[in-house]
């Protein structure tokens, strides 16, 4: 059983950075795929970058250049660090916890609660 707890988010302006951070625990982190996810009111949740426990990252298209994420083993964390956030970037944010191989991953998907991202003037 995995536990991840999310903070960072907030209200910033069009042009402006966060930082979003995750803490797990409850397991071994490092056996662990980390990403983090968005969803927007009415949207579906959609994939905002990922990190493989061998640090290999993919991120979706919108946020290429804008968006890094970032994984520490030894502190059970992973980041998300964002720039340039533009207004269609608001959604609440969720962190992502999956085991890695096929039917590991099937049986271990664990997701946080949350934190808000709003980019406004």
Not at 47 to 64: D, M, Q, R, W
Request: glycine share 10%; aromatic share 10%.
């Amino acid at each position: 059983q995995v536990q991840l707890v999310e903070s960072g988010g907030g209200l910033v302006q069009p042009g402006g950075s966060l930082r979003l951070s995750c803490a797990a625990s409850g397991d071994i982190f490092s056996l662990y795929d980390m990403g983090w996810y968005r969803q927007a009111p009415g949207k579906q949740r959609d994939l905002v970058a990922v990190i493989s426990n061998s640090g290999s990252t993919n991120y979706e298209e919108s946020v290429k250049g804008r968006f890094t994420i970032s994984r520490d083993n030894a502190k059970n964390t992973v980041n998300l660090q964002m720039n340039s956030l533009k207004p269609e970037d608001t959604a609440v944010y969720y962190c992502n916890a999956r085991r890695t191989g096929f039917l590991a991953a099937i049986m271990s998907n664990y997701w946080g609660q949350g934190t808000q991202v709003t980019v406004s003037s």
